[in-house]
């Protein structure tokens, strides 16, 4: 079937290497970020998130940079698994005022480990 | 997709007909989404709701309506469905912060 992959960019990786995928967010005023996962066929995974205080966070083999003057978010992968193949996005809350909590996402990275 | 369903999960259908997906939540959050995914767009968010008969317009509700009437239940519906809404729905709810979680989706096809 269809797949969420199509027309995104692409990295391709050898699997024990680092990843690194990258997003570029679009408003100066979003105090926070999320990284999610989506598997073929599946919905979206929660992987990590950032506040604007912060310009780094460490999860379990994940590691979120955010830079604040350039507008950039980044996710590291350390040794990439075959298991970590799938789309990777960012989301941003951009529209936060009241109580809305409504989140801007991005198109997507496709990665693929090769064994 | 813990405390997420969704159904169907695949449904095929005829321009002209109603559609109601549903998305049923576990974790008493009063927050749930509905989006759309499309290849070459993000996630594009269609109604959301912030409280039990309470509901707003995302960015591309066109079409599109929803109820919700009990804290856990959030429905949407297509009045007439179009070839254009062809597509995966995502539901996703979240407690209060900005963290959403997403159901497992539903694959809709317009005819």
């Known amino acids: 079937g269809e797949s969420v992959g199509l027309h995104l960019p692409t990295l391709s990786v050898q699997e024990g290497d680092n990843s690194i995928i990258n997003c570029a967010y679009s408003n100066s005023a979003s105090d926070y970020f999320i990284w999610y996962k989506q598997e073929s066929g599946k919905g979206p995974q929660f992987i990590i998130d950032i506040r604007s205080n912060m310009d780094k966070r460490q999860g379990q083999r994940v590691t979120v940079l955010l830079n604040k003057t350039v507008k950039h978010l980044s996710l590291q992968i350390a040794a990439t698994q075959p298991g970590d193949s799938a789309v990777y996005f960012c989301?941003?809350?951009?529209?936060?005022?009241?109580?809305?909590?409504?989140?801007?996402f991005g198109k997507g990275t496709l990665l693929t480990v090769n064994p | 997709d813990a405390g997420i369903t969704q159904s169907p999960r695949h449904k095929v259908t005829e321009t002209g007909t109603p559609v109601t997906l549903r998305c049923h939540q576990t974790?008493?959050?009063?927050?749930m989404y509905w989006y759309r995914q499309d290849p070459g767009h993000g996630l594009r968010l269609i109604h959301y709701?912030?409280?039990?008969?309470?509901?707003d317009k995302g960015e591309v509700s066109d079409g599109y309506s929803v109820s919700r009437s009990k804290t856990e239940d959030f429905l949407l519906t297509l009045e007439s469905a179009t070839s254009s809404q062809t597509s995966v729905y995502f539901c996703?709810?979240?407690?209060?912060?900005?963290?959403?979680?997403f159901g497992p989706g539903t694959r809709l096809t317009v005819l």
């Open positions: 989301a941003e809350n951009s529209d936060s005022g009241g109580s809305n909590y409504k989140l801007t």
């Open positions: 996703a709810i979240s407690g209060g912060s900005d963290t959403q979680y």
């Open positions: 974790e008493n959050h009063r927050y």
């Open positions: 709701s912030y409280g039990v008969k309470d509901t």
